[in-house]
């Protein structure tokens, strides 16, 4: 049988090629000598064209693609290396449908043989409106908004009575006929920013030092709204204080569009990251597999041997092996960022824990492990059920994998809140990880750090994926011969 007839192989090389395809990334290539560029068909899918719909050159995407004023910028970019060799710039290209807003990154290739920068395109238009448009409104409430809820206030020095405009009172949502103490004006305030209130009105009274501050109070009906609380010192001909006047400011509706916009650069930040990374490992594991099978059909072709061919062909069958599975890891990795856009709902930790036990009570029960959880101080989450079922499927298939030869397996996990986030903990008693040698490689592809025949290198991989894309974090403690710990913030 020729290689030709070896369908394991063709059909992993090309469900290869279509998971690279089918990315929402736009991956492309360009050789720095021969100006040579090769799009893949998300590139075109991201512009709002189809595959071959227009023509595939570095010349048409600099001068019919990309906007005049980012030109600088970018060539910047793909010039210009970090340590690292990566480089990232934001851009607006020419799509279909008018010019938007792409974050373009890019790695340049370390072989001096091979001067080649790989990279890919992400659509941030609607991010970068967003934060035009928070922009815009934010010079409206500079404007506008402090007629309606910025408060007057002045302390005297020397008797250190408080006077409050009505607006000052409508922050803290009491009566304007109730009289407030300094002290009583700074209780408002959270407790833990209190001390720092206290001090800066000590301050400006001692060294006329003035004040801009942005903090949190409680109102007197217990809601909770950022202010920004500003003072500069009356002074009189001896350089004293006599007095300090300032401005209590409600800013809790900037303040918010301040977070939504942080986290939402954050979630970008992250996604692109991963979509990077993604990037690489596709680059990667390409050129692994088709150097090899490159290599191998050459011997193929050259042997002359009835016995070394039949030999040959089975490091093809081999590599053609590997590179199929190589390929159903990269669609679960796919289907991970696919599936960010499925609907969120409520899910019990402890009704997902136990179907993900129930499908694994023969391997629970085979290495006589003690399973305990309590998710009583956080039954539940807002989530993407799938992900919630995969995440505990691989902690705990990893502590039963990784378990101590000496001992029998204990596995803990519970759940709580903490600032507004749910949190989860999973320990067990097992093998433990060095994390001085391997801590940075942890939640890598492929990763392993134990001797198992069956490790994989992909469970934690997936995990991280799953924690990562809907914006949380995921951490490990652990210790050789004592146990693993992961500390998951879910939301």
Known sequence: MSFTDDHNSTDSASQFTHVVNNTNAGIWEFNINTNEVKWYDGFYRVLGYEPGEIESSYHYFYEHLLYH????????????????????????????????????????????????????????????????????????????????????????????????SKEGYDIFEISNTVTLTVDEAISFFEPEYRPQVSQAIENIVRSCHAFDLELPLRTAKNKIIWVRFKAMPIIDNLGRCISIRGILQDINESKKREVTTQNSLTLSHNQNKRLQNFAYMVSHNLRSHTGNLDFMVNLYTETDSAEEKLEVFEHIKAISSSLKTTVKHLEEIVKIQAEINDDKTIVEFEKIFKQVLC?????????????????????????IPAYLESIFQNLLTNSIKYRHKDRSPLIK??????????????????????????GDKVFGMYKTFHKNIDAKGIGLFITRSHVESLGGTIKIESTVNTGTKFILELT
């Open 69 to 164: 004023g980012d030109k600088s910028a970018f060539t910047k970019s793909i010039t210009e290396r970090n340590q690292n060799n990566t480089s990232t710039v934001q851009i607006r290209l020419l799509t279909k449908h008018g010019y938007k807003w792409f974050e373009s990154s890019s790695q340049r290739s370390s072989d001096p043989a091979n001067p080649k920068v790989y990279g890919f395109i992400v659509n941030i238009n609607d991010y970068k409106v967003a934060e035009y448009r928070a922009q815009q409104k934010d010079l409206w409430l500079n404007g506008a908004g402090k007629l309606a809820k910025v408060a007057l206030w002045e302390i005297e020095v020397h008797s250190m009575n408080l006077i409050l």
């Open 359 to 383: 499908a694994l009570q023969s391997n629970v029960a085979e290495v006589d492990a003690r399973i305990d959880f309590d998710f009583s101080k956080a039954p539940q989450i807002n989530y």
């Open 413 to 438: 996990c519970y759940t709580f809140n903490s600032e507004g986030r749910v949190h989860m903990i999973f320990e067990d008693n097992g093998m433990g990880i060095d994390l001085a040698r391997h």
